[in-house]
């Protein structure tokens, strides 16, 4: 027991049932979608044999979905990319399961490896493509759940100034 404090509790605090708080069936914070998404990539079991490559297309497969979310898993050939675009009042986190992805975001490209996680807000516009010699599968999580996707006119880069070119 504390001396230092006037406050005694007495009998099993787990009892007192205000003080408990209820169980969460879904996320709905930043972080407990960032936990959402960790912990769908730890069970490969669960995602894995879902898989398949699609030379022509994306493949996409919503692989859940719940109260105000829903998650997607996507595969990528070397070459294939999203096109620049957003994701209209819908945030999200994008998570690189297996192989290497490159995002061409606001702050320049980045290269996402496996376990790399990238959060993003409504509004946010970016291209990700597999610019490797192998496949790559990633994972979105959008909450709200995504109900548009916007695409925008790539910058073009003229050779004199290097620099991006708007239409």
Known sequence: MNNDSDLQIA??????PHLLQP?????????????????????RTAWEHLVEYDATTRWYHRLRTGPGYEVWLLSWVPGQGSGRHD????SGVLTVLDGELTEHGQRG??????????????????????DSLDGAVSLHVYFPGLTEMPMHEMPR??????????A
């Open 87 to 90: 994701h209209g009042r819908s």
């Open 11 to 16: 009998g099993d605090i787990l009892e007192v």
């Open 157 to 166: 880069c003229t050779p004199a100034t290097a620099e991006p070119v708007t």
């Open 109 to 130: 490209p980045r290269t996402l490896a496996p376990g790399t996680q990238h959060v993003f807000a409504p509004g946010y516009s970016h291209e990700v493509v597999n």
């Open 23 to 43: 169980a969460k069936e879904h996320p709905t914070t930043v972080a407990e979608f960032i936990g959402l998404a960790r912990e769908i990539s730890a069970d």
